[in-house]
């Protein structure tokens, strides 16, 4: 079964530092791996998704990069700013089964400034 | 605006009661799927619909029900067969063919449900 794991669980960094959010899966039979965001006591806004054969996709600040071979994605968000407090969450979609995609438990980001 | 709405906001029930979680959406997506968030917790999936009647469980659909009469509603009823059933309901779609996996997954707003 494929488990997700996100690493900080929380950080906590001044405005204008560079950040790297981490996202680990066990199988890398994936279509691909979605980035979201959650505002508090909101739904879930897509950030960003990478194609299983994709290496990175970038929006702005962010920066999303995929190893499927390691099971690893990393969100970067550069200049960090006090708007860009929020949980973020990583999901997997895998290529068998009902393609449900499994989420990990998200990392908690506060920008103070 | 293309998008998925979830009413309401906020519900609060008695213990003992059913009540249902409205989901709609005007993507056009086959695919629906409810989650459940708990704090500290990651997304956990209720039921999911791939098409029009019908609908499979998910990981921990014991005391919930859904229908899916329409392509664009996928309501979620909670039961009071359900132990403990405060937390917060999020509903997703997506398109569904083959070709169509690596679209983005869309959620609504989401629906705290208190039972007291």
């Known amino acids: 079964k494929q488990e997700v794991t996100q690493i900080p669980a929380a950080l906590s960094v001044p405005e204008g530092e560079n950040l790297v959010l981490n996202c680990s899966f066990t199988?890398?039979?994936?279509?691909?791996l979605q980035w979201f965001r959650q505002d508090p006591g909101k739904g879930l806004t897509s950030l960003l998704l990478i194609q299983s054969s994709q290496r990175e996709q970038t929006s702005g600040r962010l920066n999303a990069s995929l190893d499927k071979s390691s099971g690893r994605s990393t969100l970067y968000i550069a200049a960090s700013q006090p708007g860009d407090s929020a949980t973020y969450l990583c999901?997997?979609?895998?290529?068998?089964?009902?393609?449900?995609?499994?989420f990990g438990r998200g990392t908690s980001l506060i920008v103070h400034p | 605006d293309g998008g998925i709405t979830q009413s309401p906001k906020y519900l609060f029930r008695k213990e003992g009661q059913n009540v249902t979680l409205s989901c709609e959406q005007n993507l056009n997506h086959d695919a629906m799927y409810w989650y459940r968030q708990d704090p500290g917790q990651g997304l956990r999936l209720i039921y999911y619909?791939?098409?029009?009647?019908?609908?499979q469980k998910g990981d921990i659909a014991e005391g919930y029900s859904v229908s899916r009469e329409k392509k664009e509603s996928f309501p979620l009823t909670v039961t009071s067969a359900q132990k403990n059933p405060t937390a917060f309901y999020l509903c997703?779609?997506?398109?569904?063919?083959?070709?169509?996996?690596?679209?983005?997954?869309?959620f609504g707003n989401g629906t705290r449900l208190t039972v007291t």
């Open positions: 619909s791939q098409i029009v009647n019908d609908f």
């Open positions: 999901a997997v979609r895998p290529t068998g089964g009902s393609y449900i995609p499994t």
């Open positions: 997703a779609s997506s398109p569904r063919t083959e070709s169509s996996y690596n679209s983005p997954l869309h």
């Open positions: 199988d890398s039979a994936i279509y691909n």
